[in-house]
């Protein structure tokens, strides 16, 4: 499983209507904007929930976002460096500020629950039924051509996996051919970078010459939706927890201390 | 007669998408905008396929991250990412990748030609983002250049220059 990869399964959020789903995915990704630490921790709990219900393995869940997780902390020690404020510790320059670490942890916060809303919905989402929505969506929006969109975007899912497979074996055949040991950056990403792009788009001519033999166009019969009970169900509970999340509890917090 | 299908463009277009999404993965945040190599692909697109494929290609990126797949930079997604701080640098993708392939197609697609239309890409993407950073983070002018522009122009030369060199190789292996 890659983070685009779907994962197999029959749970209530791969019965969902893919439509519903998009928009629930646009609302939380909104929400998350104005979420404060309770609003993110009330987010975590319920996409933690659906995680597991899914059946994605915690473990896989977090070698998959290795890198990602990385990347977060590193914005965290940025902004508890970068953002001015009162100073909790400090070493010749460096300081780290009280406001820092605070908007530093909310940031990373907001990054990481939009990461897993978006694994959540490439795991449980068929690139078939994703095409079909983006169809939908398209088609009242005059001048756009949504059927070949949607091609577009069912090949762009395709092409993923195919380009991260190219590149581990050009870069096997680079190590092979002792490039690893090539001190010289400029010349590895080049004897990386250009075989793969010319292998990837010679991949692609091949994927073309193969659609066109078997008189491949978009009249094709449209998808059809069917909304269900459990849909609604779901779109209701997503706009409740969008309302928690931008929901000011620190106010409620100070009122209760007051009175 | 019925004009030809563009199946050719419309591979290549969707190939385009899934190298920009690569180059938003290899994000290293050094502020409220991270360096991310999704530009350079984005000028990529524009010296390759032209200013309409080109246009298509960001179009289609832009809307699959809106719909939801984890693709804008460092994995995330959602229409939350247009109305954040870095909104205006993705929007500003769509006319930097059109400016980048008309001025390609002006200057006859060689390496001089492809330099300039990248910077005048470049800019573009510049011109759209760092206001949307002033108002995101209400900045003065002064201090949304220096968060949102001045880390990212040595890596620009570089990312500018390497687009077009790539561009020059790559293009007898590209049928559109």
Same mark, same amino acid.
């Given at each position: 499983m890659n983070i685009f990869t779907f994962h197999s399964g029959n749970t209530a959020l791969h019965r969902l209507d893919v439509r519903y789903k998009t928009a629930l995915v646009c609302m939380v990704s909104l929400a998350l904007l104005k979420a404060g630490f309770a609003g993110c921790f009330v987010c975590f709990l319920v996409l933690s929930w659906l995680v597991y219900a899914t059946g994605i393995s915690f473990i896989h869940l977090a070698v998959q976002l290795k890198w990602f997780i990385l990347l977060l902390g590193i914005m965290f020690i940025t902004r508890s460096l970068t953002v001015p404020g009162t100073p909790i510790f400090s070493f010749f320059e460096v300081v780290i500020t009280h406001e820092g670490i605070v908007q530093g942890t909310l940031v990373a916060m907001r990054f990481f629950l939009v990461m897993i809303t978006g694994l959540l919905f490439s795991a449980t989402t068929r690139p078939a039924d994703l095409k079909s929505a983006a169809q939908w969506y398209l088609k &009242?929006? &005059?001048?756009? &051509?949504e059927k070949r969109v949607a091609i577009m975007i069912s090949l762009f899912l395709r092409f993923l996996p195919l380009i991260l497979t190219q590149a581990q074996q050009v870069s096997d055949a680079v190590n092979a051919r002792?490039?690893?040991?090539?001190?010289n950056p400029v010349r590895r990403i080049r004897y990386l970078v250009l075989p793969l792009l010319k292998k990837i788009f010679l991949a692609a001519d091949s994927l073309c010459l193969a659609m066109d033999a078997r008189c491949y166009s978009e009249d094709r019969t449209d998808p059809v939706f069917e909304t269900g009970k459990n849909d609604m169900r779901f779109l209701g509970a997503g706009i409740c927890l969008c309302l928690v999340m931008v929901c000011p509890f620190h106010i409620f917090i100070k009122m209760t201390f007051w009175s | 007669m019925p004009p030809a299908y563009p199946l050719r463009p419309m591979v290549n277009t969707a190939l385009f998408v899934a190298l920009i999404c690569m180059g938003a =993965? /290899? !994000? /290293? *945040? /050094?502020? *409220?905008v991270p360096i991310v190599l999704q530009n350079m692909f984005v000028l990529l697109a524009g010296l390759i396929l032209g200013p309409a494929w080109g246009l298509a290609c960001v179009g289609v990126y832009l809307l699959t991250g809106l719909a939801?797949? *984890?693709? =804008? !930079?460092?994995?995330t997604s959602g229409i939350g990412k247009l109305f954040g701080p870095t909104g205006g640098y993705l929007l500003g993708y769509l006319p930097a990748v059109l400016v980048t392939g008309v001025l390609s197609r002006a200057l006859g697609k060689r390496l001089g030609g492809d330099i300039l239309a990248a910077v005048a890409g470049s800019m573009v993407v510049y011109a759209a983002g760092v206001p949307w950073l002033k108002i995101a983070f209400s900045l003065s002018w002064g201090k949304a250049v220096a968060a949102g522009m001045v880390p990212f122009l040595l890596g620009d030369t570089v990312k500018i220059a390497a687009a077009a060199v790539i561009a020059g190789k790559i293009r007898p292996f590209v049928k559109l």
């Open positions: &009242p929006i &005059p001048f756009v &051509p002792c490039g690893n040991l090539n001190k | =993965f /290899i !994000a /290293i *945040p /050094i502020g *409220p939801g797949l *984890p693709v =804008f !930079a460092g994995g």
